[in-house]
Protein backbone atom coordinates (compact mmCIF):
# COMPACT_ATOMS: atom_id res chain seq x y z
CA UNK A 1 0.00 0.00 0.00
CA UNK A 2 0.69 3.69 -0.25
CA UNK A 3 2.98 5.01 2.24
CA UNK A 4 4.97 7.94 3.58
CA UNK A 5 6.96 7.62 5.78
CA UNK A 6 8.32 12.07 7.21
CA UNK A 7 11.66 12.79 9.18
CA UNK A 8 13.99 15.32 9.75
CA UNK A 9 12.18 17.58 12.01
CA UNK A 10 12.74 18.97 15.56
CA UNK A 11 13.31 21.93 17.49
CA UNK A 12 15.44 24.95 15.85
CA UNK A 13 15.87 28.65 16.73
CA UNK A 14 14.63 31.49 14.66
CA UNK A 15 16.62 31.77 11.48
CA UNK A 16 18.26 28.68 11.09
CA UNK A 17 17.68 25.61 9.10
CA UNK A 18 16.34 21.89 8.79
CA UNK A 19 16.12 19.29 5.81
CA UNK A 20 13.13 17.18 5.85
CA UNK A 21 12.73 14.15 4.25
CA UNK A 22 10.02 12.04 2.78
CA UNK A 23 10.32 8.10 1.75
CA UNK A 24 7.59 6.75 -0.02
CA UNK A 25 6.61 3.22 -1.37
CA UNK A 26 3.60 1.37 -3.01
CA UNK A 27 3.54 3.70 -6.25
CA UNK A 28 5.31 4.44 -8.82
CA UNK A 29 7.11 7.34 -7.60
CA UNK A 30 8.22 9.10 -10.79
CA UNK A 31 4.90 9.05 -12.32
CA UNK A 32 3.57 11.75 -9.80
CA UNK A 33 4.37 15.17 -8.37
CA UNK A 34 5.06 14.89 -4.87
CA UNK A 35 3.80 18.09 -2.20
CA UNK A 36 4.60 18.80 1.34
CA UNK A 37 2.08 20.59 3.39
CA UNK A 38 1.98 21.48 6.95
CA UNK A 39 -0.25 22.02 9.71
CA UNK A 40 0.41 24.45 12.41
CA UNK A 41 -1.62 24.34 16.15
CA UNK A 42 -4.96 25.23 15.90
CA UNK A 43 -5.02 25.57 12.06
CA UNK A 44 -6.12 22.85 9.29
CA UNK A 45 -3.61 21.63 7.28
CA UNK A 46 -1.88 23.63 4.29
CA UNK A 47 -0.48 23.30 1.01
CA UNK A 48 3.47 24.23 0.79
CA UNK A 49 5.34 23.63 -1.76
CA UNK A 50 4.85 21.13 -5.45
CA UNK A 51 7.34 19.62 -7.46
CA UNK A 52 6.70 17.80 -10.58
CA UNK A 53 7.82 14.36 -11.64
CA UNK A 54 11.20 15.78 -13.78
CA UNK A 55 11.73 18.30 -10.85
CA UNK A 56 11.88 21.00 -13.60
CA UNK A 57 8.59 23.02 -12.06
CA UNK A 58 8.47 23.83 -8.07
CA UNK A 59 5.57 25.76 -6.84
CA UNK A 60 5.48 27.73 -3.29
CA UNK A 61 3.44 29.48 -1.26
CA UNK A 62 3.99 33.29 -0.63
CA UNK A 63 5.13 32.42 3.00
CA UNK A 64 7.98 30.60 2.07
CA UNK A 65 9.27 31.22 -1.00
CA UNK A 66 12.87 31.94 -1.37
CA UNK A 67 13.27 30.08 2.12
CA UNK A 68 12.31 26.43 1.48
CA UNK A 69 13.71 24.70 -1.60
CA UNK A 70 11.77 20.93 -2.62
CA UNK A 71 13.49 18.71 -4.25
CA UNK A 72 12.99 14.87 -5.43
CA UNK A 73 15.69 11.79 -5.99
CA UNK A 74 13.39 9.41 -8.15
CA UNK A 75 15.89 6.81 -7.83
CA UNK A 76 15.12 6.77 -3.61
CA UNK A 77 11.65 7.60 -3.84
CA UNK A 78 12.17 9.78 -1.78
CA UNK A 79 11.17 14.07 -1.72
CA UNK A 80 12.70 16.37 0.40
CA UNK A 81 12.30 19.73 1.70
CA UNK A 82 14.92 22.16 2.73
CA UNK A 83 13.94 24.96 4.74
CA UNK A 84 16.21 28.02 5.75
CA UNK A 85 15.74 31.27 7.65
CA UNK A 86 12.87 29.22 9.78
CA UNK A 87 10.63 31.70 11.35
CA UNK A 88 8.35 30.60 14.48
CA UNK A 89 5.24 30.87 12.31
CA UNK A 90 6.78 27.80 10.40
CA UNK A 91 6.09 25.73 13.32
CA UNK A 92 3.78 22.71 12.41
CA UNK A 93 3.90 19.22 11.63
CA UNK A 94 4.98 18.70 8.31
CA UNK A 95 3.47 16.25 5.65
CA UNK A 96 4.05 14.91 2.21
CA UNK A 97 1.57 13.28 -0.28
CA UNK A 98 1.01 12.89 -3.75
CA UNK A 99 -2.12 13.34 -6.09
CA UNK A 100 -3.74 9.78 -5.59
CA UNK A 101 -5.61 8.80 -2.94
CA UNK A 102 -3.35 7.52 0.05
CA UNK A 103 -3.59 7.89 4.24
CA UNK A 104 -1.43 10.45 5.11
CA UNK A 105 1.84 9.49 6.95
CA UNK A 106 2.58 10.37 10.63
CA UNK A 107 4.01 14.25 9.69
CA UNK A 108 7.42 15.38 11.49
CA UNK A 109 7.17 18.01 13.62
CA UNK A 110 9.27 21.68 13.26
CA UNK A 111 9.14 23.95 15.81
CA UNK A 112 11.21 27.02 15.68
CA UNK A 113 11.56 28.82 19.09
CA UNK A 114 14.50 30.70 20.69
Known amino acids: QVQFVESGGGLVQPGGSLRLSCVTS????????MTWYRQAPGKEREWGATIDTTSRRKNYVDSVKGRFFISRDNDKKTVYLQMNNLEPEDTAVYYC???????WGQGTQVTVSS
Open 26 to 33: GFIFNAYP
Open 97 to 103: HTTRTAP
